[in-house]
């Protein structure tokens, strides 16, 4: 899938991938990778800065915590990325009904 | 031979602007993230160097990466810039009431030291309530600097503004002191707390200035 196509949704992938606990970065590409088959491969360059403009809006928290003998910085959801994750799902589901109803080959177009 | 690894944090840490601690946190991190993709190229079957040198394809070019992060450290460090100015603006406007009130205010005095001895309370209260506002907003993240952190364009703008009001007017400070140095009698200023406030308010000035300019430095798309 290209990046582009990604782009109104990085957010909501994002937060929607630290859901289920905390992940560090590398572990967020590698869910989204795994969750969509292949199809959801996000440009490492934009997942890290991405998390951190999150951490800034306050969406997620970042902290340092040590596994296997190495430092590590592992995201989880704040309350306002949870709140924020219920509205961009909800957005979309409106938005993919809406565009699944018009590319549908029985779309009730008014013919011209 | 340094690892690919290395070299690719060294020339992320070369574009990389902003606050050194967030700056060095953000480097570890990455650091971190590209030996996890080494590790699952290797688990992919991928031999060692291989599998270090598709880790850092595929994080990119460090430079845009660099570029990417740029808005984000450039807010921050625009946030911590208005945090100290607020934070030092009411201790500077206090240190200099007290500096004045002990000197000796019979002789001659410069306009500018006539509003620097005799500032109705009100104005010292509502610079102290400013400022707490100010910093209290900046740590709570409330309301007043939410489009600050929304649009760090404008974090940058703010702090620029400030920045340099805040400098300009630190020194047009230290230059009214020089007028009433010149026509007061002489010992007739406080030596101690004068100097006290001269100092901060130099100091200040000096820092806030680097600090501005490195706030502007970091927000550039291309640096």
Known sequence: ?112 | MTSPIDDYITELATALPGPRRKRNDILAELRDGLCDATDAHRAAGLPAAAAIHAAVSEFGDPRQLATAFRPDLAATQARRLILALSLTAPLIVLLWMHAAAVSDGSGPRALSWHLLAAPPVPIATAALGVAALAAFATLANCGIVKPLIDHPRLATRSAAVAGFTVATTDLFILTLLGTQIAIAPPGSLATVPVTAAALLTAARSGITHRATLRCIRAARANP
């Open chain 1, 1 to 112: 899938m290209r990046a582009e196509a990604l782009k109104g949704h990085l957010d909501g992938l994002l937060l929607a991938a630290l859901e289920a606990g905390p992940r560090h970065g590398y572990a967020i590409i590698q869910a989204l990778r795994a969750g969509s088959g292949g199809q959801v491969d996000l440009p490492t360059g934009t997942v890290y800065p991405a998390l951190h403009r999150l951490e800034s809006a306050g969406l997620v928290r970042g902290t340092w915590s040590v596994a296997g003998g190495r430092r590590r910085r592992v995201y989880q959801l704040t309350s306002a990325g949870r709140r924020t994750l219920t509205t961009e799902r909800s957005t979309w589901r409106e938005f993919s009904a809406a565009i699944g109803a018009l590319l549908e080959p029985t779309a009730n177009l008014a013919t011209p």
